[in-house]
Every structure is written in structure tokens, then in C-alpha cells.
């Protein structure tokens, strides 16, 4: 019987693992063999060099740039995103019960999700329109009349890469307030009322009752987050004019990937930018999984 049953099981993941295989493991095998070659597209036989490109990545100013750029993103795009996410979640839905919200809980959670439901690329061209680097932008208008100069945050070497940080939270926070809001509706309301009963608080309730049991979901959108924040690709593209914004102020390394191959037509070196990415970005989605396990909390 065991043996029918294994046999059963093979054959429904015969098709997604091979689709898988093909179509991610093997793209990624061979990045890193021409992470080793001097491959620039065309030359039919790419020279060995080993880890030269890797070894060039150390000394690459504008590569060390984009990387701290993106570690930057890392350490403030998921905090911020699920901090206010989970602050809205529990004003829009409170305790769980039918009390301590506020009215209209359900237009809100539309809003908010409404930047979901646009395409990154959009987001990014209408933030462009809005933050024109030659000042002549949307939010000009209301601060020209407001008898303030007009300012450009996109040609700003020291706003612009927090321009692109607020875009990113703006686009993405919504998507976790409607996940947390039905996380925290899923929570049994005894709970909330024995613990309401004892004498808890709001604040109480959310820190002893709420964020324990949406750990879990907070934990998966943490890496979700920070995956996002590495692989950070159309947002800084577009709005940036496909430069990395002035002075390589707002570049990552997704963008560098891109120009180096396509640009520049240095295969061989974008796909060892390529490699690094991917062991960043499995590194902090392995840590951050390691560092938040526990066991799960069930409850009835």
C-alpha cells in the first residue's frame, strides 16, 4: 500500500519538479558557470577566467555602492512596511471583537490594498511624475503656491534613494494590512475578552495576545520584504531615469546586473553580480527563518 501510495505521489510531482528544474535550477546552474567565463553574448567559445569576476566585484566602487544601497533597503523596508501595517491592521480591526476600531474599517482596508492592485512599473512612472528631477513635478504645484521653492528629490543625491524607500513601503504596506487584518480576526475573541477581563489594555493586548500569535505571518512577510528589498529592480529603474540617479545614488545591484549585461554586454561579470545576489538574498532568507523558529502555536 505504501508503495502505491509513494508511486501515486511521484507521479503528480513528476511534471512541477521537472518544470522547476528547467526552468529555475537550471538557469541558475548556468549563471554560475558563466560567472567563470569572459562571456560577453556573442564569442561562441567564452574564455575560463575562474573567479576573476568575482575578484573584480571587490574593487567595482559603483557595484559596493548599489550593494549597500540595497542593504540599506534590507534594514529599513521591512520594519517600516510591517510596523505600519500592523499599527493599521489593529486600528481597523481592534481585538478582534466588534469594538475598538474605527468606522468605515472596511473602505479603509480598499485603500489601502488599492496600490496592490497596480502594476510596479506604473508606481514607479507616476512617483517619477510626481518627484521630477527638474523640479517640475505634481508636488510642486501645491508647495509653489504655498510660497515654497520647488524642489526635485529624484536629482538629489541625498534624497533620492529615500525617495525610493518611501515608494516601496507606499506600494507594498497595504497588501499587509489586509493580511494582518484577517490574521488578527482569526484569533479567537475569548481570548481577547479573558485577557480584557484581567484587566489588560489595548497596548497590553496587542504585545501579549496579537503579535505572538501573528508571528508566524509576520515572519513570512518579513522575508518576503526583505527578498523584495535585494531583488529591488523596476521602481529604482524607472524612476531614475535608468541611470542609478545622481551620482549612483539610488543603483542596487539588480540594476547593475542589468546594465552590465545589456549595456555593456559583459555576461560573464553581470551573471557573478548575479551569483552574489542570490547567495545575499538565500543568506537572509535562511537566517531570518533560523533566527524566528519556534514551535507552532495552535489554537481552537
Same mark, same amino acid.
Given at each position: 500500500?505504501?508503495?502505491?501510495?509513494?508511486?501515486?505521489?511521484?507521479?503528480?510531482?513528476?511534471?512541477?519538479?521537472?518544470?522547476?528544474?528547467?526552468?529555475?535550477?537550471?538557469?541558475?546552474?548556468?549563471?554560475?558557470?558563466?560567472?567563470? *567565463?569572459?562571456?560577453?553574448g556573442v564569442n561562441a567559445v567564452p574564455r575560463f577566467v575562474g573567479a576573476d569576476n568575482f575578484r573584480r566585484l571587490l574593487g567595482d566602487e559603483v557595484f559596493l555602492r548599489a550593494a549597500?544601497?540595497?542593504?540599506?533597503?534590507?534594514?529599513?523596508?521591512?520594519?517600516?512596511?510591517?510596523? #505600519?501595517?500592523?499599527?493599521?491592521?489593529?486600528?481597523?480591526?481592534?481585538?478582534?471583537?466588534?469594538?475598538?476600531?474605527?468606522?468605515? &474599517?472596511?473602505?479603509?482596508?480598499?485603500?489601502? %490594498?488599492? @496600490?496592490?492592485?497596480?502594476?510596479?512599473?506604473?508606481?514607479?512612472?507616476?512617483?517619477?511624475?510626481?518627484?521630477? @528631477?527638474?523640479?517640475?513635478?505634481? #508636488?510642486?504645484?501645491?508647495?509653489?503656491?504655498?510660497?515654497?521653492? @520647488?524642489?526635485?528629490p529624484l536629482a538629489d543625491t541625498g534624497l533620492a534613494l529615500w525617495a525610493v524607500l518611501f515608494v516601496l513601503v507606499w506600494q507594498a504596506v497595504g497588501f499587509y494590512v489586509v493580511l %494582518?487584518?484577517?490574521?488578527?480576526?482569526?484569533? @479567537?475573541?475569548?481570548? %481577547?475578552?479573558?485577557?480584557?477581563?484581567?484587566?489588560?489594555?489595548?497596548?497590553?493586548?496587542?504585545? $501579549?495576545?496579537?503579535?505572538? #500569535?501573528?508571528?508566524? *505571518?509576520?515572519?513570512?512577510?518579513?522575508?518576503?520584504?526583505?527578498?523584495? &528589498?535585494?531583488?529591488?529592480f523596476a521602481v529604482v529603474w524607472v524612476m531614475t531615469a535608468e541611470h542609478g540617479g545622481p551620482d549612483h545614488s539610488t543603483t542596487v545591484m539588480a540594476a547593475e546586473v542589468y546594465r552590465?549585461?545589456?549595456?555593456?554586454?559583459?555576461?560573464?561579470?553581470?551573471? &557573478?553580480?548575479?551569483?552574489? #545576489?542570490?547567495?545575499?538574498?538565500?543568506? %537572509?532568507?535562511?537566517?531570518?527563518? $533560523?533566527?524566528?523558529? $519556534?514551535?507552532?502555536?495552535?489554537?481552537?
Amino acid at each position: 500500500m505504501n508503495h502505491h501510495r509513494r508511486r501515486f505521489v511521484a507521479g503528480f510531482l513528476a511534471v512541477p519538479v521537472t518544470l522547476y528544474t528547467v526552468y529555475v535550477l537550471s538557469p541558475c546552474a548556468q549563471a554560475l558557470l558563466i560567472a567563470l *567565463t569572459d562571456w560577453r553574448g556573442v564569442n561562441a567559445v567564452p574564455r575560463f577566467v575562474g573567479a576573476d569576476n568575482f575578484r573584480r566585484l571587490l574593487g567595482d566602487e559603483v557595484f559596493l555602492r548599489a550593494a549597500g544601497h540595497n542593504l540599506l533597503l534590507l534594514a529599513l523596508v521591512p520594519p517600516l512596511t510591517i510596523g #505600519l501595517a500592523l499599527l493599521f491592521a489593529w486600528l481597523l480591526t481592534g481585538d478582534g471583537t466588534a469594538r475598538r476600531t474605527v468606522r468605515g &474599517a472596511g473602505l479603509y482596508r480598499v485603500v489601502f %490594498f488599492f @496600490p496592490q492592485v497596480l502594476a510596479v512599473v506604473l508606481v514607479a512612472v507616476l512617483f517619477r511624475q510626481i518627484l521630477r @528631477p527638474d523640479g517640475s513635478g505634481m #508636488l510642486n504645484a501645491p508647495l509653489t503656491a504655498l510660497g515654497f521653492a @520647488p524642489v526635485g528629490p529624484l536629482a538629489d543625491t541625498g534624497l533620492a534613494l529615500w525617495a525610493v524607500l518611501f515608494v516601496l513601503v507606499w506600494q507594498a504596506v497595504g497588501f499587509y494590512v489586509v493580511l %494582518f487584518s484577517a490574521g488578527i480576526a482569526s484569533i @479567537p475573541r475569548e481570548l %481577547f475578552e479573558a485577557a480584557a477581563i484581567d484587566g489588560a489594555g489595548g497596548g497590553r493586548l496587542f504585545l $501579549r495576545i496579537t503579535l505572538p #500569535l501573528l508571528r508566524d *505571518t509576520v515572519q513570512a512577510g518579513w522575508v518576503y520584504l526583505g527578498v523584495a &528589498a535585494l531583488d529591488v529592480f523596476a521602481v529604482v529603474w524607472v524612476m531614475t531615469a535608468e541611470h542609478g540617479g545622481p551620482d549612483h545614488s539610488t543603483t542596487v545591484m539588480a540594476a547593475e546586473v542589468y546594465r552590465n549585461a545589456f549595456h555593456y554586454s559583459r555576461f560573464g561579470y553581470a551573471c &557573478a553580480m548575479g551569483v552574489v #545576489l542570490f547567495a545575499i538574498t538565500t543568506g %537572509f532568507a535562511v537566517l531570518v527563518l $533560523r533566527l524566528t523558529r $519556534r514551535e507552532r502555536i495552535e489554537f481552537r
